[in-house]
């Protein structure tokens, strides 16, 4: 009873020192066993101590006691070797990962992936670099933008051109990213959707398919969807069917510089303002820093471990949430 008191003591002690390592139950094993080693390794200690040199020293030579004791070795024994079995699997999965744990947890402000630490990339590993802002419109710009700017991006540019457009929520990949209203007789209705793919590769036919079922759901009859790297033919063919305008980096560039030369300019600082080209955190909206660990570079979230997104280096549209 001892032993099992002490247990439950130490579960409770390692949850609320470290909250971050609640884990569900469909997360695997592996990630459970994560932690400081020095906290099982502690316990198993305990109920062999107090089996074989507190008790004994204490009670004297009680033999109710005695027998108390005798009939708690196999219990202590047993609660030693499961938390010194914890112990070792910890040790060695931090060994592994590149370093202590505690090492992991001074760095939880952007650590990398639950399994291994991280540090911050050198700006050779794909940090944004310190160079001016483009003083004009190009595909490249386009490109570079990283997902949410070039959101937001998109919903000023209907703002420029006297649309009422809203951006919505940050949620998972595939969603309505900005609402349009143009019925003069009812403001508040949505008239169309917009879904915007900041990606340097060809938009296939899977994400229009969603657009159109998202036109249903929404009850619009009328959806953009705005993409930099274009779209495949089947996309093409598909939204045509279902009178979806695409709008790839040409033609979203050519009506970009059709704007009133003050309006452009004035969309082009917004653009390229601050850390253009560093990706937002999808689930925080929060700017995501370069990270590298063995298995090489990523983007993480600065507020790790209360965030554990991550996006590949290089990468222009988030992972789903």
């Not at 169309?192 to 619009?220: D, F, K, S, T, Y």
Request: proline letters at 8%; aromatic letters at 8%; glycine letters at 10%.
């Amino acid at each position: 009873m001892l032993s099992a008191s002490l247990a439950l003591s130490w579960v409770r002690r390692d949850s609320s020192m470290y909250p971050f390592r609640k884990r569900n139950p469909d997360q695997p094993l592996g990630t459970v066993l994560q932690g400081d080693w020095r906290v099982p390794a502690l316990v198993a200690t305990v109920p062999l101590l107090l089996v074989y040199l507190i008790v004994p020293l204490v009670g004297g030579q009680d033999s109710v006691l005695a027998v108390v004791i005798k009939a708690a070795v196999p219990f202590a024994w047993f609660f030693a070797l499961v938390f010194g079995a914890v112990a070792v699997v910890r040790r060695i999965g931090g060994k592994e990962a590149g370093g202590d744990e505690s090492g992991s947890r001074a760095g939880a402000e952007g650590a990398g992936p639950e399994t291994e630490p991280a540090r911050d990339a050198d700006p050779s590993g794909g940090c944004p670099d310190s160079s001016e802002p483009p003083r004009e419109w190009s595909i490249d710009v386009l490109r570079r933008m990283e997902w949410k700017r070039f959101e937001d991006l998109c919903c000023a540019f209907y703002r420029e051109k006297g649309i009422r457009a809203l951006t919505t929520p940050l949620g998972p990949e595939g969603g309505v990213d900005i609402h349009l209203f143009q019925d003069a007789a009812d403001p508040a209705r949505i008239t169309a959707i917009v879904q915007c793919r900041a990606q340097n590769e060809p938009v296939g036919e899977g994400p229009v398919r969603r657009l159109h079922e998202l036109m249903g759901r929404e009850a619009v009859d009328k959806a953009f969807f705005m993409a930099p790297g274009g779209f495949t033919g089947q996309a093409r063919a598909y939204a045509a069917e279902q009178r979806i305008v695409l709008l790839d980096g040409r033609l979203f560039l050519a009506m970009l510089r059709r704007l009133p030369a003050e309006a452009s300019a004035r969309l082009l600082e917004f653009a390229t303002e601050g850390d253009w080209t560093v990706p937002t955190c999808p689930n925080c909206g929060v700017k995501l820093v370069a990270r590298r660990t063995e298995e090489g570079l990523f983007w993480g979230c600065r507020l790790y471990p209360n965030c554990r997104c991550r996006l590949p280096m290089g990468a222009g549209e988030p992972a789903a949430g």
